[in-house]
């Protein structure tokens, strides 16, 4: 039985070896993309040509190189030429082909349209990871007004309602979206509104600074004091941002160190008011940092009552011997 037993396992290991083997030595192409646009900016109903360089990181050729899907907004016409028919990529080459449309009314309104897309071969990917590109479209030219509430809350999930109070003072800055240009700024309002007008459409960030006392929870876990915002040019003037704050301690300034022993404020006595010498009673010693005037002066009355004494005993003297 133990031989049988031997031999059925040797005839698995001999059926399933070459199959791992084969399995082993199929590796899959990786497809790796990248892609620009031509201009930096667009206007609205402009062509567009986005240069698409796609190479193959793998050992084996990539067979029917094709783009699978994706999404795209504020463009039309969208053509991408031999990605949509597919070519071969052979192992470790790479090729550049180009895609184009025009944007439309939407990335002006938006201030920018985008294109994003995957690659894949038929004879399978091996990394799905940089294998999806997206291309963003500038659109300048429009502009619109931008407003929101900082109100109070405890978190940053905290839910804004007509009801929540809001928080006054609060400095919003809008800037742009890497913070290099600074558009506007203002101050929320008892309501803790704010509202700015004629920022350019696109991506905008917004940096608060709250007053003493308040924290500004924004950002995903509520941890900064900033957070992007789109500002698109509709005919909606409703606020759309709502950034909670959260009340905090005022930390009190610390009272000031106690000076050293020896320094001048310990040394100096104070001076009352009915200690201070009247102008009729004619110019008082100096107040110094030490005693020596005081001891000066004690020196002196001492002297001139020591010579009238001797003056006094040498005159007595005198009438005694006549």
């Known amino acids: 039985m133990r031989k049988l037993a031997a031999a059925a396992l040797m005839g698995v290991l001999v ?3 070459p199959a791992t083997a084969a399995l082993a030595a199929d590796p899959k192409p990786d497809i790796a993309v990248t892609s620009a646009a031509d201009k930096a900016n667009y206007a609205e109903g402009e062509t567009f040509t986005i240069t698409v360089t796609v190479k193959n990181k793998s050992s084996v050729d990539a067979k029917r190189v094709h783009y699978t899907g994706g999404d795209s907004e504020g463009v039309d016409g969208v053509a991408y030429g031999e990605l949509s028919t597919g070519f071969d990529l052979a192992a470790g080459a790479t090729k550049t082909v180009q895609i184009t449309g025009k944007t439309n009314n939407l990335a002006w309104q938006s201030g920018y349209g985008f294109v994003a897309f995957s690659l894949a071969a038929d004879n ?3 990394n799905d990871a940089d294998n999806i590109t997206s291309v963003r479209l500038l659109v300048a030219g429009a502009f619109d ?3 929101g509430y900082v109100f109070q809350g ?3 999930g905290a839910e804004w309602t007509p009801q929540t109070p809001g928080v006054p003072g609060v400095k919003v800055v809008a800037t742009s979206a890497d913070g290099k240009t600074k558009h506007a ?10 509202r700015f007008a004629h920022l350019p459409a696109g991506d905008v960030l917004l940096t608060f600074t709250a007053p003493a006392g308040w924290k500004i929870l924004a950002g995903e876990n ?3 004091d900033h957070t992007l915002a789109q500002v698109r040019a509709d005919d909606s003037d409703e606020p759309s941002i709502y950034v909670p704050a959260k009340k905090v301690a005022v930390s009190s300034p610390s009272a000031s160190p106690s000076a050293p022993s020896g320094s001048p404020s310990a040394s100096a006595p104070s001076v009352s008011p009915s200690a201070s010498a009247s102008s009729s009673a004619g110019p008082g010693l100096p ?4 005693n020596t005037m005081l001891f000066v002066g004690a020196a002196a009355v001492a002297l001139a009552v020591g010579t009238v004494l001797v003056l006094v005993a040498r005159r007595r003297r005198v009438r005694l011997q006549a």
């Open 145 to 147: 007004d931008l407003g």
């Open 222 to 224: 509520g941890e900064d």
């Open 154 to 156: 405890e978190s940053y």
């Open 185 to 194: 700024e203002a101050i929320t309002d008892a309501k803790g509104l704010f």
């Open 15 to 17: 059926a399933v070896l």
């Open 124 to 126: 399978g990917e091996a």
């Open 287 to 290: 107040v110094t940092g030490d």
